[in-house]
């Protein structure tokens, strides 16, 4: 089979992780790098060796290389210009969370899959965890699921001045992994948000958020960015009880389960960004839609934008009223006459956020 070439956009400290990962990758050939920042593209592809082009222009590469994938490792702001004009170049793109600052850009995203009829993923690395699907397989059924998240990074730069930094930036890794834990969807939400006076952020580092979801489940996370000392994993701690009882996982190798005892799973051979990776490219290969199409994520960040509008009104906001504003909104986005039509063929968002055979690309 011959190697997938791949033109990656983005090469700051996450695209260089990612262009680590894809010229590590079997049957894949990192044809190419994107930045506006030339120099600096020229000096991640020195550093994972290679042949790569560089070019301040998408579009000029994709002439030249005649990708078959793009990975775009944007700022989110720029992901939705990127991935459409590779989607309408007729090139499946794998792009990194969130899909899009807003919920109505994530739409529009939707509608350009569709209407170009070339893949979109979202790459939501931490649903590749081995022990993730071990703790999955062992709650069973739950009435009740939570995260504890707690961590105490010094990023500097723009997340110390985001207005809501931990819910943003952060709890949508944990937003996706509830979903594909209790294999249902999120109706409603209630979050409280709130900066400690020993917080060197600017906006909320810390809060907690109770979802409804469809199956009368709740899932409550609790997290703060300014939490010094016994710091948990980069995953959280996680409970998950039921009917059957408890089981717990460490956020890292260590699974417990009261009916079955502890397990200490050990890393798959692709977790994070290379799960993602692999499952993209099996993707593109069989046509076979994967769990990170976008129309599948839009459901998570949905629950990011309820929490956070729920924080700000100090109210419950109900997520299917949400994704209705959000599609007025993107109808009224100036965009591509095809995006647009795809909108209108729609009629409810609902319509964008079922699997279709007829995305299977």
Request: negative net charge.
């Amino acid at each position: 089979m011959s190697p997938l070439r791949v033109v990656q956009v983005g090469a700051g400290s996450m695209g260089l992780a990612w262009m680590r990962t894809l010229t590590a990758a079997p049957g894949v050939e990192l044809a190419g790098v994107v930045d506006l920042d030339v120099e600096r593209a020229q000096a991640a592809v020195r550093e994972v060796g290679g042949e790569a082009k560089v070019s301040a222009s998408l579009g000029e590469l994709l002439t030249a290389t005649g990708p078959d994938a793009v990975v775009n490792v944007t700022v989110p702001a720029a992901h939705t210009e990127v991935s459409v004009e590779a989607l309408f170049a007729g090139v499946p793109v794998l792009c990194e969370k969130p899909a899009a600052p807003t919920l109505a850009e994530a739409l529009v995203q939707a509608a350009a899959a569709e209407a170009a009829g070339r893949l979109l993923m979202i790459s939501q690395s931490r649903r590749y965890y081995a022990a993730l699907a071990e703790f999955r397989d062992r709650i069973g059924t739950p009435g009740l699921l939570t995260t504890g998240f707690f961590r105490g990074p010094r990023f500097g730069g723009f997340r110390e001045e985001m207005e809501q930094p931990l819910l943003v930036d952060m709890a949508i890794h944990a937003f996706d992994a509830a979903r594909y834990l209790l294999g249902a969807e999120p109706v409603s939400v209630v979050c409280e948000s709130w900066n400690p006076a020993w917080s060197w952020y600017r906006g909320d580092a810390s809060a907690t958020a109770t979802f409804l979801f469809d199956d009368g489940s709740r899932y409550v996370y609790t997290g703060s960015w300014c939490a010094d000392g016994l710091e948990t994993s980069w995953n959280g701690e996680w409970r998950a009880v039921g009917a059957g009882g408890t089981s717990t996982w460490d956020g890292e190798q260590l699974v417990t389960s009261s009916a079955g005892g502890v397990s200490e799973v050990p890393p798959g051979a692709s977790e994070q960004i290379a799960g993602a990776l692999e499952e993209f490219l099996e993707a593109v290969r069989t046509g076979v839609e994967p769990s990170g199409a976008i129309a599948r994520n839009i459901r998570s960040l949905a629950m990011v934008e309820a929490a956070v509008r729920s924080a700000e009104s100090g109210e419950r906001v109900e997520i299917g009223a949400l994704l209705d504003q959000a599609y007025r909104d993107a109808l009224a986005l100036p965009v591509r006459e095809e995006i647009r039509e795809q909108l209108r063929s729609w009629e409810t968002p609902e319509a964008a956020l079922t699997p279709s055979p007829a995305r299977e690309r």
